[in-house]
């Protein structure tokens, strides 16, 4: 995926998850207004998911990043808790995860920033792109 | 050297400047207690940014550069920059935001009649500026602006933005076709002064046009024929020509408004002819921007009406490079999204906005409806549209998604449901629309004329269910909020644009109803 066409903003975030955080992300989608962001070691809490506990998924990143949020991730399995308690937002086959269907994604979550575990961090600046992995890990950890 | 129209292909430049760094820029070449004709001219250089619409490129001042005692001194042979001073300036570009250019400023003490006229350049001063702009030019990025300004004591400017061909070889930079006479400039054609209660505009080299005294005498009592001509020449942006929008329209092209700049995707639908003001039943099917124009043409009363219509929406860059023709914006548009793009604009391109719509609930208990109009402003010295809660960054962040996939419509929300598409159609009032933009327009008469004068700002809301009319608690935005930083940065701030996914929808649907009427 050519990258070079992203607005400078998300280009300078990519670079910074890129240094600081996760060095092999990748964009394997670019829809409308959003990017999908394969990240690939995703961290699960070990005492509510049956391993693996490192997991790629794509997160939905806005290409107007940092002035809109990120909103919803799309995983190749459906997250099944130790406890089997269904998973709000969870969409299996949805035309969401399209983009990357071909690279197995098939199960969309359709959680958005300020959602059930309130509101995430405020962004305003490409270095908050590193705040949403801790966002994803968050969510996945309380869903 | 020549004097061109416009190298970048527009056909209007203006200059832009908050009050604040009006005040600023006079009291550094100014001094009170000076009165004598034969004072010494003062100088300094400044931090410029550039803004593009479909017709006016913009020059915005950002920042005076500081300078110390000596760096710039008035001799015999005129006004003398020190090298330090230049060596300074190219620091300040380096560390200001990507595409920040240099303006030379100094000053004409001996003139300063009116700030309607602009103090006209010696031979000397466009010599001695072009020699010293053409080493400047070469020493920031390609593409940054470099211009020239003059100042009386009255505020009136005179600004010329330079241009010289890029020698794109050695052979080519050695030649006199890429040297210091090689400049073309263009004359900002007028000069708006922004501050957070008003906006002047003071159009050059443009004649006052006879006003119409017979059809506005109502209001020429009020604010004379000197606001009607502010009026004539004033150029409006509206975003969204729905219930609000179409009012707006007509209001301010009644009022004696000399141009308006419409932009809007939608259709005329037979749901809307209980709101259009003035809508025929044979425009059911035609875009609305046609129909709001006819009701603008036809109601004008402007001695010189001009109408500019683009289909499109406001939250894509195309229909946005419209409104950044217009001195103040209006914005109907009922979308997160689109609220968003003009809240950023309104700071990074220095045009007020003034910002208004209705939220009607629809309880799940039989009559039961709240809600509330709301109007507010933004732009420079003014709370964002975001602070002051017209929308929040989730509900833009939503509205840029697929319509299907998106919540309730940011004017309609109904208790326990889920999708967009399974909505009712939003509840919309004639009555409403017509409050709020009687009050939109009220907001822009005291910005643009002081009628009436300014006693608050900020949102003013009436309550649906309390039928009362009343002000808003925020003044000034949140602490940390970036966008008073934004202001005058133009095309170099990254407005949040994007596909806006109705305006999609419907081009799809038009391309998929055309192929099957190819195909029968």
Known sequence: MDESQLPPLLLEALQILR??????????????????????????DETKYPPPYSRSLW???????????????????????????????????HDMCTPVRSLGG?????????????????LRNPRDILGVISWVERRIRQA | MGRKKNQTGLTELHWVITKQLQDETLSYLFQQDEQSLFLPERGFLGIIHSGSGVLRRSLFLRKIIPQQEGWVTWTNHGLSFDPLYFSQALDAVSASALGAGLILVHSHPGSGGSINTPPEPSRPDLHHERRLLYHLNHAIPPGSPVAAGIVDRSGAWRVREYHWPRPKTVKEARSRRFGIDSASYTDASAIRIISSDATKVYHYGKPNREVNAKTVDSTLRLWGKGGHQILENLRVGIAGLGG??????EYLARLGVGELVLVDFDEVKDENL????????????????????????????????????????????????????ADIIMNAADSAFARQVIDHASYAYAIPVIDGGTTLVVGTRAGEIIGKSQVGEAGPGQPCLECSGAYTQEEATLAREDPTMQGPSSYLRVVGKETKAELPRAPSVISYNGLVAALMVQRLLSTIL??????????????????????????????????????????SHPVPVGVDPLWKQMREEAEVSARQRRKK
């Open chain 1, 19 to 44: 240094a600081e955080r996760m060095d092999n992300t990748r964009v394997d989608a670019i829809v409308d207004n959003w990017i999908y962001l394969r990240l690939p070691n995703v961290v699960f």
């Open chain 2, 244 to 249: 609000v929008g179409s009012i707006l329209a």
């Open chain 1, 59 to 93: 997160v939905r990143i806005p290409l107007q990043f940092p002035f809109a949020n990120p909103h919803g991730i799309i995983t190749t399995e459906p997250l099944n808790p130790i406890d089997g308690h269904p998973i709000k937002g969870h969409n299996p086959n």
């Open chain 1, 106 to 122: 098939s199960q969309y979550y359709s959680w958005t920033w300020s959602g059930e575990i309130g509101p995430g961090p405020s």
């Open chain 2, 274 to 325: 209980n709101r259009l003001v003035g809508v025929r039943r044979n425009e059911v099917g035609k875009p609305k921007i046609k129909y709001a124009a006819r009701i603008a043409k036809e109601a004008s009363t402007a001695a010189s009406f001009n109408v500019r219509t683009f289909r499109g929406s406001v939250s894509e860059q195309a229909g946005l490079k419209y409104l950044l023709d």
């Open chain 2, 450 to 491: 002081g009628f009436p004068p300014r006693g608050k700002s900020g949102q003013q809301r009436y309550y649906v269910e309390l039928g009362e009319l009343s002000w808003g608690p925020t003044s000034k935005c949140k602490e940390g909020c970036p966008k008073q930083s934004w202001v005058g940065l133009g095309d």
